[in-house]
């Protein structure tokens, strides 16, 4: 069994994706900062008949998050998909104006170093599986910048050409590299933004491995 490693495994979309990767086959590896939070997600997972378990990891702390994977590797099987999605912190979404230097970095931490410290570990995992899917979660501030959400504008396009690299240098391989950009947020009962249709999007971006951008829904202008 091959595991699946959710980083930023919350009750929305984190539980989704379990969900719906875990009926694969996956086993599922929940990684948050509340050990308390994950290891709840992970008993409803188990009582439902999947295999979970959850570790504790603030993905600014890139120490804690490699223990994490690699932990999770060794206990629940290789990691051969690794999703990228925690939920940005509110200090990130402040406008340009009102943003200090500790505000970037530390989104910048959360939304560059988090993901390259996470691929980074377990990209050998997947080279030596022979296979490996790595999905990467964006707003739309990723591909629109908006000075009313500075952090995130700054820190999530520093992701997106990270993960436009990561991409570049893997096509050739049978490891595949995507990212969804879901403009506007997470929305519960939407047709198109709810978490399990976003769960059934990124399933089909790993089956089906084709672009590396695909969006939940249209772009939306952001006023300036």
Same mark, same amino acid.
């Given at each position: 069994m091959t595991t699946f490693a959710i980083i930023g495994a919350g009750r929305q979309?984190?539980?989704?994706?379990?969900r719906r990767f875990g009926r694969e086959g996956f086993s599922l590896a929940l990684i948050s900062r509340?050990?308390?939070?994950?290891?709840?997600?992970?008993?409803?997972?188990?009582?439902?008949?999947?295999? @979970? !378990?959850?570790?504790? @990891?603030n993905v600014r702390d890139t120490d804690a998050l490699i223990a994490a994977l690699d932990l999770a590797a060794q206990e629940l099987g290789p990691i051969e998909v690794l999703s990228y999605n925690p939920l940005p912190q509110k200090e990130f979404l402040r406008p340009l104006l009102e943003s200090t230097v500790y505000d970037i970095k530390s989104a910048v931490e959360f939304s560059v170093l988090g993901p390259v410290a996470a691929v980074h570990q377990v990209l050998q995992g997947m080279r030596v599986l022979g296979r490996g899917t790595i999905l990467f979660v964006?707003?739309?501030?990723?591909?629109?910048?908006?000075?009313?959400?500075?952090?995130?504008?700054? @820190?999530?396009a520093g992701e997106t050409a990270y993960a436009e690299m990561l991409d570049q240098a893997l096509r050739d391989t049978d490891i595949h590299v995507a990212q969804l950009i879901i403009p506007g947020g997470i929305i519960?009962?939407?047709?198109k933004k709810d978490p399990q249709v976003?769960?059934?999007?990124?399933? !089909?971006?790993? @089956?089906?491995?084709?672009?590396f951008r695909t969006y939940a829904t249209e772009l939306e202008v952001q006023p300036y």
């Open positions: 979309l984190g539980e989704a994706l379990a509340s050990q308390q939070h994950v290891d709840e997600l992970a008993a409803d997972l188990a009582a439902d008949g999947l295999t @979970a !378990k959850g570790y504790a @990891a964006n707003g739309g501030s990723a591909v629109q910048p908006v000075q009313h959400f500075a952090g995130t504008s700054i @820190a999530f519960p009962g939407d047709e976003l769960a059934e999007l990124l399933w !089909k971006m790993h @089956a089906e491995r084709g672009e």
